[in-house]
């Protein structure tokens, strides 16, 4: 497989003008980009752009300050969808995140169930809003969860991925889907991220990556 099979590109700017949406959408056609991350206003024309090219359009929900109320939550899960979204990436708030009187659980299921049957859903946390010993609550959280897709990070540089994974020990929990959002990394970056246990890899630039490496997970790394 390809690195490109394991990469979602974020494309979460707010000032973004339709012009340049059309331009990065026409560039990303000629790439072997499986999938692409967009705001909500922004996800009908994404996905006429690219259609019949094989990539796969999301859209953020609730993002970037995950406080919406429910219902605002549903509407815009299946608007999303309405309007071409393959699949949705769902904010949830950090702070009530860990809270034991929060009925996350009931949360997480009953958008998964509104989603069923349009496409799949990740629930996306900002990992940087936590200490260490938050980390490590947070991840017992996940591993109780195991049966939802997590997203992690906004855009973290790769040292603090790293060390995010190695407080999760990820690669000890196989059940997981996890994927850690970067900022910018390089091939190397990604492969060791991989090789590390996460699952798959957003990232918000894309121009030190090789899209087209190979990657087999036997195999020693440098």
Do not use: C
Request: aromatic letters at 8%; hydrophobic letters at 45%; a negative charge.
């Amino acid at each position: 497989m390809d690195l490109a099979d394991f990469i979602t590109v974020r494309l979460l700017d707010a000032v973004q003008t339709d012009q340049q949406l059309v331009e990065r959408m026409l560039y990303l056609e000629r790439t072997p980009l499986k999938k692409i991350l967009v705001l909500p206003w922004q996800v009908n024309r994404a996905a006429q752009l690219l259609t019949g090219s094989g990539i796969a359009v999301g859209a953020v929900v609730d993002y970037p300050l995950a406080q919406g109320t429910d219902a605002k939550v549903s509407f815009e899960i299946a608007d999303s969808f309405q309007k071409g979204a393959d699949f949705v990436e769902v904010s949830l708030n950090p702070t009530g995140l860990l809270n034991p009187f929060n009925r996350v659980s009931e949360y997480l299921k009953e958008l998964t169930d509104l989603a069923a049957g349009w496409g799949d859903i990740l629930f996306q946390i900002d990992s940087q809003q936590y200490q260490v010993e938050e980390k490590i609550t947070l991840m017992e959280f996940i591993r109780e969860h195991h049966q939802y897709h997590f997203s992690l990070g906004k855009g973290l540089e790769t040292e603090e991925a790293n060390l995010d994974a190695n407080i999760w020990n990820l690669s000890a929990n196989a059940a997981l889907h996890l994927q850690v959002n970067l900022e910018n990394p390089t091939t190397g970056q990604i492969k060791m991220m991989l090789h590390n246990g996460v699952n798959h890899i957003g990232v918000n630039h894309f121009a030190k990556i090789d899209l087209q490496e190979a990657i087999t997970f036997e195999e020693e790394l440098d």
